[in-house]
């Protein structure tokens, strides 16, 4: 969808009530990373929008949801820790 500039498309982008992706296309790696910054969303690629990542976990806002999968973060998200502390006597 063409639009008018950046703010035109972050307007429209956050607008939505979903938040699971983002994908932005450009040649700079600093405009990407300030524009990612200020869309709603729980992951923002760079050129690409294909790309899972088990050290990147995989997470949305708004009503996409608000759990995580891959990654650590995504471990802890579903399980739960235990400590055992035995000694013999």
């Known amino acids: 969808m063409k639009v008018s500039g950046d703010a035109e498309a972050l307007r429209l982008m956050n607008d939505s009530p979903y938040g699971l992706t983002a994908s932005i296309w450009t040649e700079d790696y600093d405009t990407a990373a300030a524009i990612g910054a ?24 708004k009503d996409t949801g608000r759990g995580t999968s891959l990654s650590y973060l995504g471990f802890h998200s579903v399980t739960r820790p235990k400590s055992y502390h035995l000694k013999k006597v």
């Open 38 to 61: 200020q869309i709603e969303t729980g992951t923002v690629f760079m050129n690409r929008a294909d790309y899972l990542d088990p050290a990147l976990t995989w997470t949305g806002v």
